[in-house]
């Protein structure tokens, strides 16, 4: 046998604090990323810092604009003892995160996350990726930040889709993890829509160490994190069709995943009716178009083997299951439940 089989486990070294971003020490030879609408706020704070600003939307997500960091980094001798600060939402921080993963096979990256959906999903747990060809995420990789710094002030001035996206996914976690976190979340609604601080950060909080807990024990997506997935295997098709923030396609896919899991999984329909009715009380719109359910985008979903379509489904609040469908049979599902009638 020429090579021995290696086991690596990822080293999970990252730090989370939750602190004022306007504490946080930036080192003079750190580079800044951040982006475009925080930088006018902040533009005071890095004077002797190599900087670049960026707009924060899906179309970021590039291999041109991959190219553009390659080329700040490499324009501005960016090394191994340097630190790179990312600033800003979900599509900067995947971007800049699959950068700074492969430039020099890695560079140090801490994640300022200035969006509830980065705070509490994308920031944590070290995925990052570029769309290609019209697929969200299809090229992308693990690389865990060193640092994220946490700072719920930037809540005070995102825009209203912006926190609702962000809050679908921590709902989302709540659904596949976490009963007692649901129950918070449906005893918190006024306060939560009153953007009442102490609660967001008492249910951000949460939503993290959930998400740690799986990551800890599957980073690289081969059971337990794909749980996650929970609703993105539409969501992706609705977010790209109907161009909404992630976190407003993932509601309305989780709305198809509970009909789906109401059918083959056994969810019982009052727990369904419990969490469309929670998504209702925040005024989601979960309108499903049948139409707009891509069937490439679903093929091509980054959790999918070559013929099987891991589906993830729920039984029950905090019990997830994955479903393994082979391509005829997940189209089948998809051309049987548009004929069924879907909460609308
Ligand atoms: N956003 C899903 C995950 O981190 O696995």
């Not at 982006?35 to 890095?46: L, P």
């Not at 950068?99 to 509490?120: E, F, K, Q």
């Amino acid at each position: 046998m020429l090579f021995n089989k290696i086991e690596i486990s990822p080293l999970l070294l990252s730090e989370i604090h939750f602190m004022g971003f306007s504490e946080f020490h930036i080192n003079d030879n750190d580079f800044v990323i951040i982006d475009k609408n925080v930088f006018n706020k902040y533009k005071y704070t890095f004077p002797t810092n190599k900087v670049l600003i960026l707009e924060s939307n899906e179309e970021l997500k590039s291999f041109n604009n991959l190219k553009n960091v390659y080329s700040f980094f490499s324009k501005n001798n960016l090394h191994k003892d340097n630190n790179v600060v990312c600033v800003g939402g979900g599509t900067l921080s995947d971007l800049i995160g699959f950068a700074c993963n492969s430039y020099l096979r890695g560079v140090n990256l801490i994640l300022v996350p200035t969006t509830l959906l980065s705070m509490a999903d994308a920031s944590i747990g070290g995925k990052n990726a570029i769309n290609f060809q019209h697929i969200k995420n299809l090229i992308g990789s693990y690389y865990l930040p060193k640092k994220v710094i946490i700072d719920i002030n930037f809540l005070k001035t995102l825009q209203e889709e912006h926190f609702f996206s962000g809050l679908a996914e921590i709902i989302k976690i709540a659904i596949v993890k976490s009963k007692s976190l649901f129950l918070i979340i449906q005893q918190n609604i006024e306060q939560i829509k009153l953007l009442n601080f102490g609660v967001l950060a008492e249910i951000l909080e949460i939503a993290i160490s959930l998400k740690c807990e799986i990551i800890n024990i599957d980073f690289k997506d081969e059971n337990q994190r794909l749980f996650l997935n929970f609703g993105h295997t539409f969501a992706h098709s609705f977010e790209l069709k109907e161009n909404i923030p992630h976190g407003l396609a993932v509601a309305k896919g989780i709305n198809l995943a509970l009909e789906i899991s109401e059918k083959f999984a056994g969810l019982p329909t009052n727990t369904k009716n419990d969490i469309i009715d929670l998504f209702n009380a925040f005024n989601y719109n979960l309108k499903i178009n049948y139409r707009n359910i891509n069937k490439l985008a679903l093929t091509k979903d980054k959790k999918h083997l070559s013929n099987t379509n891991k589906l993830v489904l729920l039984e029950n609040l905090e019990i997830p299951k994955i479903m393994n469908l082979n391509n005829d049979e997940f189209n089948q599902i998809i051309k049987d439940l548009s004929k069924f009638k879907v909460y609308q």
